[in-house]
């Protein structure tokens, strides 16, 4: 799906909603911001676009990729190592994956208590 967008102008209706007519189907566009939004299939785009030059498409940022949680070679080391790691805060930004791989894997209590309290120093 693809996300275009256009200013509201005075003569567009007071709903939350706008019904875009395209010779084959129909799209729903919704307020937002100041301006009407809507996704539509690539079709449905070019037919926008080419009815109206103030339809825009709206660039969706990419997800940074998540970590495979199976994918913590640490958590097959001891727990030494991984206190290392954690303080050397290798893993701060997906201590919530670690915990879990850590519970659905060895489910150690004192690697399990080294991944919370980095989380709370980590968080405040």
Do not use: C, Y
Not at 62 to 72: A, S
Not at 93 to 118: M, Y
């Amino acid at each position: 799906m693809i996300t275009l967008a256009r200013p509201i102008r005075s003569g567009d209706t007071l709903r939350d909603t706008l019904t875009v007519h395209l010779p084959e189907s129909s799209v729903v566009a919704h307020r937002e911001d100041g301006r009407w939004v809507v996704q539509a299939t690539a079709i449905q785009s070019h037919r926008l676009q080419s009815r109206s030059k103030h339809w825009v498409v709206i660039p969706t940022p990419v997800p940074e990729p998540v970590p495979d949680p199976v994918g913590f070679p640490i958590l097959d080391d001891t727990v030494s190592a991984l206190e290392d790691e954690l303080d050397a805060g290798v893993h701060d930004e997906h201590l919530s994956l670690l915990l879990a791989a850590e519970v659905d894997g060895k489910d150690r209590s004192t690697a399990i208590r080294a991944i919370q309290d980095r989380a709370e120093l980590v968080s405040g």
